[in-house]
């Protein structure tokens, strides 16, 4: 193989490795809003994840089906930035634990730095114990999930480089 495939063959798996982020992003937004979607309909949260079209918006339209499909989409547009955000800071740590302290951390920063943007989110200390439980969990089901596919998409990237390079110069 020459040098120039294995160049080639290198971007397009880096390529791959930033669409596997996105799609990684996207699904976990959407499972992570739905879960939420769930919980508060069982009534396990007395919040939904529509608090971010609720907090902008008083449509009608956001409590029927097309405000549930809006609120999951926006989440998994959203999410896509914050698998970015791992990807640049944590794709090398190869623990279930970076995505579960990944995932707390976002509900941190949900709960109190940005909840002056989302007017219907009550604040931490109004919230029931289920909520606050209910909602950390999910956050951190959804750190685990991005986390961890993210490391090992990286890390298997780098093992297709490694192997690729062992072949090169052999």
Avoid at 7 to 29: T, Y
Wanted: charged share 15%.
């Amino acid at each position: 193989m020459s040098s120039n495939e294995n160049e080639n063959n290198r971007q397009e798996n880096k390529s791959l490795l930033l669409a596997n982020v996105i799609a990684i992003g996207f699904f976990g937004g959407i499972f992570a809003s739905l879960a939420g979607i769930a919980a508060h309909y069982f009534k396990f949260m007395e919040f939904s994840p529509r608090f971010i079209l609720t907090s902008w918006s008083d449509m009608a339209w956001i409590d029927r089906w097309q405000g549930t499909g809006m609120t999951l989409l926006v989440y998994g547009i959203l999410s896509i930035g914050v698998a970015f955000i791992y990807y640049g800071l944590f794709k090398k740590l190869k623990s279930i634990f970076a995505g579960i302290v990944y995932g707390l951390l976002c509900w941190v920063l949900l709960m109190f730095a940005l909840k002056p943007m989302f007017s219907d989110l009550p604040t931490f200390s109004k919230m029931s114990s289920n909520s606050i439980i209910t909602s950390v969990c999910i956050f951190i089901l959804y750190g685990l999930f991005v986390g961890y596919s993210i490391s090992y998409d990286h890390h298997e990237y780098l093992r297709q480089k490694e192997i690729a390079q062992n072949q090169s110069g052999s």
